[in-house]
């Protein structure tokens, strides 16, 4: 089954204490991205990549870092985490750009972290 | 700066009502766009998409979205609800001109259907 897969769905940590949040798709898609979710503000983008090796910032790059070394894995690093980084996170995939038009997103299911 | 807006927050309405969500954006040069839709506890599926063509697109479940260039615009519409429509809708735009591969979300609209 085609799917983007995130871990763990709940997470709740400290103050300071780096965390990862994995991302994995099995479709072969080129790119992929994370948002967070917010109340009244919709998804706003943190970091995408399309493709191996080649990310960027979204809107709300502080204090998030993203690696890229395989196709199918984009893992959601939080170095020192503080508790206005409390959200809902989503990762999504897509195949790209096609014939000038973008693909649209597959999203997983989400990951509710809280930081106390 | 870029943006996506969408007008109303919060909307509550009875089965059968027409349903009509608003969608603006501030990105020139060509663009797609899109509307999600997520239901309760679940992550975001995608409802319909505009690439090029003919302005009005017909999405799963009986939404339809009109895009009018000339407004910056790219409304949501369903002639009848049900109960199961309760959901957060998103419109979401890309432009292949400025941003390449930063889709921009609005900021979402809840909408409740009451039995």
């Known amino acids: 089954e085609a799917q983007v897969t995130q871990n763990p769905r709940y997470l709740i940590t400290v103050t300071g204490k780096k965390l990862t949040v994995t991302c994995s798709q099995n479709?072969?898609?080129?790119?992929m991205s994370w948002y967070r979710q917010d109340p009244g503000l919709g998804l706003r983008q943190i970091y995408y990549?399309?493709?191996?090796?080649?990310?960027d910032k979204g809107d709300v790059p502080e204090g998030y870092k993203v690696s890229r070394k395989e196709k199918r894995n984009f893992p959601l690093i939080l170095e020192s985490p503080s508790p206005n980084q409390t959200s809902l996170y989503f990762c999504?995939?897509?195949?790209?750009?096609?014939?000038?038009?973008?693909?649209?997103?597959?999203f997983g299911n989400g990951t509710r972290l809280t930081v106390t | 700066a870029q943006s996506v807006s969408q007008h109303n927050h919060h909307v509550i309405l009875s089965e059968a009502a027409s349903l009509e969500l608003g969608c603006n954006y501030s990105?020139?040069?060509?663009?797609?766009l899109f509307w999600y839709v997520q239901y309760p506890g679940q992550h975001l599926q995608l409802l319909l998409k505009?690439?090029?063509?003919?302005?009005l697109v017909k999405g799963i479940k009986g939404f339809e979205a009109e895009f009018i260039k000339s407004k910056f615009s790219f409304n949501l519409r369903k002639p009848s609800v049900q109960w199961s429509d309760t959901a957060e809708y998103f419109c979401?735009?890309?432009?292949?001109?400025?941003?390449?591969?930063?889709?921009?979300f609005g900021a979402g609209t809840q909408v409740v259907v009451t039995p």
């Open positions: 999504a995939s897509s195949l790209g750009v096609r014939g000038g038009q973008n693909s649209p997103l597959h």
């Open positions: 479709m072969n898609h080129e790119y």
């Open positions: 990549s399309m493709n191996v090796e080649v990310t």
């Open positions: 990105y020139g040069g060509t663009v797609n």
């Open positions: 505009y690439f090029s063509g003919d302005p």
């Open positions: 979401a735009v890309i432009s292949l001109t400025d941003s390449w591969g930063k889709l921009q």
